[in-house]
């Protein structure tokens, strides 16, 4: 965010600067990644306690209990972000 409102200020100097020093995986997926999984997790997790989850091929709505959608959540989010983890990990 910082990168981007310095291009529109200074754009010369910042690309000299990005070109000369291009950010590591490491800091791309910690700032980028994890924060959009965290997001969506978030707004999937808050859908699921309002909406609840639909169930058959009728439409009918499951209101599912809070500790239930959190284990869901916080499953899909730490195995999305194994996913980025390089196969030397494992």
């Known amino acids: 965010m910082v990168r981007a409102l310095t291009l529109?200020?200074?754009?010369?100097k910042t690309w000299e600067?990005?070109?000369l020093k291009p950010p590591n995986v490491f800091t791309v997926v910690l700032?980028?990644?994890?924060?959009l999984i965290a997001?969506?997790?978030a707004v999937?997790?808050?859908g699921l306690l309002t909406l609840g989850e639909t169930v058959g091929g009728i439409g009918k709505q499951l209101h599912l209990s809070q500790e239930r959608v959190i284990?869901?959540?916080?499953?899909y989010a730490v195995a999305s972000s194994l996913s980025f983890l390089p196969e030397h990990f494992f």
């Open 8 to 12: 529109l200020i200074t754009p010369g």
């Open 17 to 19: 600067r990005m070109a």
């Open 31 to 35: 700032i980028s990644l994890l924060q």
């Open 39 to 41: 997001i969506t997790s």
């Open 44 to 46: 999937e997790g808050y």
């Open 71 to 75: 284990r869901y959540e916080v499953f």
